[in-house]
């Protein structure tokens, strides 16, 4: 090297580097994500979660069912009593002005007493046709209005709400789910589910604090 000169990199070697780092760090941040995916729609917890409070927010979990199934399950307390929560979640024909997640919504009620709900569910990984017959119960100790009836690509579709009177004169909110959707994988679609979720039930309660108003 004579005086003065400088080393320098050639560039053709820098282009080489961009071509092999670039892509190994999109490899790793890829990797990544399913590891993050894959884990919080696997891990399932043994033992249900409630919250105490309405301060306490909603409170969302992959709880291991009774029958080995993995199920989404949010719950929540509102100010509200059990009567006028139980008329929000069963008023289907309002469901589009109060869940963010439905659209096109119609419901009827079968001869059997069952009421059923025909809507389009959106998400992140699309949206689909949804056609269920929900069974209400009403007792003194709960409210429960449950489904379990797949249709098209959602291969499973199982969920209730449940409502349970709390000190106060205000109601625990428990909302499960426990879905499957061709072609994905059922990891993914609990891990959309446990971050998607948490939305319905805020949306809830925003409608009840704007009734009470």
Request: with cysteine.
């Amino acid at each position: 090297m004579l005086p003065g000169e400088t080393a320098t990199t050639p560039a053709p070697r820098r282009r080489l580097k961009k071509r092999i780092l670039i892509p190994l760090a999109l490899l790793v941040i890829l990797s990544s994500l399913f590891a993050a995916l894959w884990i919080r729609g696997t891990v399932a917890e043994t033992t249900e979660r409630n919250p105490t409070s309405p301060a306490d927010g909603v409170v969302t979990q992959l709880l291991l069912a009774a029958d080995g199934r993995k199920v989404v399950r949010c719950a929540v307390v509102v100010e509200d009593p059990v009567e006028r929560v139980w008329k929000a979640v069963t008023d289907y024909a309002q469901f589009e002005k109060t869940f963010p997640t439905i659209q096109g919504v119609q419901s009827s009620v079968e001869a059997d007493g069952r009421h059923r709900l025909v809507c389009e569910v959106s998400s992140i990984l699309g949206s689909w046709p949804i056609d269920v017959r929900i069974r209400h119960e009403e007792t003194p100790a709960r409210y429960v209005a449950s489904w379990d009836e797949p249709s098209g690509d959602v291969v499973v579709n199982r969920g209730s709400w449940t409502l349970l009177p709390a000190p106060g004169g205000m109601t625990l909110v428990v909302y499960t789910l426990d879905v499957e959707v061709r072609p994905f994988p059922g990891f993914l679609v609990r891990a959309v589910l446990l971050s998607r979720q948490k939305t319905v039930l805020t949306a809830l309660k925003d409608h009840l604090r704007a009734e009470r108003r």
